[in-house]
């Protein structure tokens, strides 16, 4: 149980557009998720996070309207990249809150890979 | 605001060694603490997570972490390394009430034959 997928797993893109990514809880529901992103051999940085229903809240010194949060089920968020450029390259790691016994925890999905041409 | 320092970005030990890596954390509330593994290219595993109950944590894969709240540390171990355990790990904080992560810089784990 407690599985989270992403898709895509790894994506390319040209400067200047912009790119969707998927994070679904696939056996449980999530009211909570969350998204970070990792630069290459560094620890993962809080980007927002992501309410159903609700806008997500945003970590200081990111951009909300460089990186959009869309959690419209209990199943689903999205974090679309809109006018990428090469900066953003990144791997992307959206995580599901989970209440178990009491106490939350985060299930990770397998991240997914930007790269921005 | 919380923080976590782990000591040593790279560890190198031999197959059937322990496995020692370092965790120190910064709480301003009672911490809940955890440690991830994660393997290239993909996501955080959780190999264990301290809750205010027991202060010796045991997790999956044979690891196990100690909390110590003189020493702020939460340190993880393994008697006995093995090759599978080659990966990056990472400690993270989170207040009791609620479960933003903070993470640590994370210790890569190179295990040698």
């Known amino acids: 149980g407690a599985v989270v997928s992403q898709h895509p797993s790894w994506v390319i893109c040209k400067s200047g557009t912009s790119v969707k990514i998927e994070c679904r809880s696939l056996?449980?529901?999530?009211?909570?998720m969350f998204w970070y992103r990792q630069f290459p051999k560094q620890s993962l940085m809080l980007m927002a996070t992501?309410?159903?229903?609700?806008?997500?809240?945003?970590e200081q010194g990111v951009e909300k309207d460089k990186f959009l949060i869309n959690h419209a089920s209990l199943t689903l968020s999205t974090l679309t990249v809109t006018s990428a450029h090469p900066e953003d390259s990144s791997f992307y790691i959206c995580?599901?809150?989970?209440?178990?016994?009491?106490?939350?925890?985060?299930?990770f999905g397998p991240g997914t890979r930007l790269t921005v041409t | 605001a919380q923080s976590v320092t782990q000591l040593g970005s790279h560890v190198s030990v031999s197959e059937g060694a322990l496995v020692l890596l370092r965790c120190n954390y910064s709480?301003?509330?009672?911490?809940?603490l955890f440690w991830y593994v994660q393997y290239p290219n993909q996501g955080l595993q959780l190999l264990l997570k301290?809750?205010?109950?027991?202060?010796l944590v045991k997790g999956i894969n044979g690891f196990e972490a100690e909390f110590k709240k003189s020493e702020t540390s939460f340190h993880l171990t393994k008697p006995s390394a093995h090759m599978s355990d080659a990966a990056e790990y990472f400690c993270a904080v989170s207040p009791a009430a609620g479960n933003k992560l903070t993470f640590g810089g994370g210790t890569r784990v190179l295990v040698k034959p």
């Open positions: 992501s309410n159903e229903g609700s806008k997500a809240t945003y």
């Open positions: 709480s301003s509330v009672p911490p809940y």
């Open positions: 301290y809750t205010s109950a027991a202060t």
């Open positions: 995580s599901a809150r989970v209440s178990s016994t009491g106490v939350y925890e985060q299930y």
């Open positions: 056996d449980f529901q999530a009211t909570t």
